[in-house]
Nanobody, 124 residues
């Protein structure tokens, strides 16, 4: 299983970014995927997730601003981020759980066995 993230960058407050996570090595319809983020010195926190049935979950701090979009053509899970705030600045990681459901909420890093290398988002 491999995950490759892209799409991070430097933007101003109020602007948008779209992160992409391309999955390979496993059938996307049989796994759950999620986005987490982490800032230096802090624990990795869940941002949003999507199970194999298409159900999604979002952290309260991104509801109404971020949307998960599954792109079947690219076998990717994108994270559309609108109205970005400085506090959204972090390294964003994509993760895969080899199960059709996402597991307990809030999503836990320990429930995801495969991770991408991360992509940096800076809002300033």
């Amino acid at each position: 299983v491999q995950l490759v993230e892209s799409g991070g960058g430097l933007v101003q407050p109020g602007e948008s970014l779209r992160l992409s996570c391309v999955l390979s090595g496993v059938t996307s319809s049989s796994v759950s995927m999620a986005w987490f983020r982490q800032t230096p010195g802090q624990e990795r926190e869940a941002v949003a997730g999507r199970d194999s049935y298409g159900s999604t979950t979002y952290a309260d701090f991104v509801k109404g601003r971020f949307t998960i979009v599954k792109d079947n053509a690219k076998t990717s899970l994108d994270l559309q981020m609108n109205n970005l705030k400085p506090e959204d600045s972090a390294m964003y990681f994509c993760a895969v759980r080899l199960a059709r459901s996402l597991g307990p909420r809030p999503l836990r890093t320990s429930d995801f066995g495969y991770w991408g290398q991360g992509t940096q988002v800076t809002v300033s």
